[in-house]
């Protein structure tokens, strides 16, 4: 089955939805479990405002999917690819360190596939 270019896009945006919801229930509502798991300690008030901005990252591509607005849709998917690649570097920066742990390299690999998955989807709407 072959997508159109605009599904692909809206599928992009329906699974950030849910990375966003993710990292905002375990930096907001597990932030002791989520701190174990990485190097980076536990920090309630940095937890939280990553939370926060979770929430909104996920409530924006909401809109845009709802929005309907290919224009819209595209220039928050690129927002994304910046941030989830701002991010996978960030967690790859930790694992070079010598001083990493599991979690480090697991969020490296998604935010990296959500790179390449928001790259996809954006070159299939290009013109």
């Known amino acids: 089955m072959?997508?159109?270019?605009?599904?692909?896009?809206?599928w992009y945006l329906r699974v950030m939805v849910w990375v966003f919801?993710?990292?905002?229930?375990?930096?907001?509502?597990a932030p002791h479990e989520t701190a174990?798991?990485?190097?980076?300690?536990?920090?309630?008030g940095w937890q939280r405002e990553i939370g926060f901005f979770d929430l909104a990252m996920a409530l924006l591509a909401f809109r845009a999917i709802r929005s309907g607005d290919l224009r819209f849709q595209r220039g928050v998917a690129?927002?994304?690819?910046v941030l989830t690649t701002l991010v996978g570097s960030n967690h790859?920066?930790?694992?070079?360190?010598?001083?990493?742990?599991?979690?480090?390299?697991?969020f490296a690999?998604?935010?990296?596939?959500?790179v390449g998955f928001g790259l996809g989807a954006l070159f299939s709407t290009s013109r």
């Open 92 to 106: 790859v920066m930790t694992i070079l360190s010598g001083k990493t742990a599991p979690v480090h390299k697991i």
């Open 21 to 29: 919801a993710l990292s905002l229930f375990g930096q907001t509502f």
């Open 109 to 114: 690999a998604v935010n990296y596939s959500a």
């Open 78 to 81: 690129l927002a994304f690819v």
């Open 36 to 44: 174990a798991a990485s190097v980076w300690g536990f920090a309630p």
């Open 2 to 10: 072959k997508l159109r270019p605009a599904a692909l896009l809206g």
